[in-house]
T-cell receptor, first 111, second 113 residues
């Protein structure tokens, strides 16, 4: 099983709707979880980090973590065309003391 | 701007050339990383330096040679590369190695002919 899995997409969402991005991970004792956004030709930029079960909200973004299910998601409310990008999920792997990135999900917001 | 700069931003080199990529961070971080990003692949961690000491080499071919003279600077020396080495090379830094937020530079787009 891959350590961090994401659906590669593309995920198409109408403008103004909620975009839901999902990520599963295999290391049960992972403690830190990150969502990065990467525009085409650019480097990843951090959107959210989450460390505890539950929801964490920051503006239009909400990260959700369920450690029992080994699942972390990112919700984007009121999606805008500028949200069109690849979203990378990253999870720390305790045994190796490093962060593993998923392949990313391409999100396309339809005007 | 994330506080991490990389030069050059674009590089074209032949297989017999020698070149170096440079990364500098202005964040006071102690850990620095080199990643390779190829099309349709996840970010591949290449090297990690923590307090100037190399703590990870992810089975990277010897044609890639990292150097970390101090906590703010990181280099990636390239020699006799192959066309399959063409990719985006990203530098990142974090406060320390481990489950810390990493901040990425803009990357160097490398093309090997």
């Amino acid at each position: 099983q891959k350590e961090v899995e994401q659906n590669s997409g593309p995920l198409s969402v109408p403008e103004g709707a909620i975009a839901s991005l999902n990520c599963t991970y295999s290391d049960r004792v992972s403690q830190s979880f990150f969502w990065y956004r990467q525009y085409s030709g650019k480097s990843p930029e951090l959107i959210m980090s989450i460390y505890s079960n539950g929801d964490k909200e920051d503006g239009r973004f909400t990260a959700q973590l369920n450690k029992a299910s080994q699942y972390v998601s990112l919700l984007i409310r009121d999606s805008q065309p500028s949200d069109s990008a690849t979203y990378l999920c990253a999870v720390n792997v305790l045994r190796d003391d490093k962060i593993i990135f998923g392949k990313g999900t391409r999100l396309h917001i339809l005007p | 701007e994330t506080g991490v700069t990389q030069t050059p931003r674009h590089l074209v080199m032949g297989m017999t050339n020698k070149k170096s990529l440079k990364c500098e961070q202005h964040l006071g971080h102690n850990a620095m990383y080199w990643y390779k990003q190829s099309a349709k692949k996840p970010l591949e961690l290449m090297f990690v330096y923590n307090f100037k000491e190399q703590t990870e080499n992810n089975s990277v071919p010897s044609r890639f040679s990292p150097e970390c003279p101090n906590s703010s600077h990181l280099f990636l020396h390239l020699h006799t590369l192959q066309p399959e080495d063409s990719a985006l090379y990203l530098c990142a830094s974090s406060q320390e190695r481990g489950p810390e937020t990493q901040y990425f530079g803009p990357g160097t787009r490398l093309l090997v002919l």
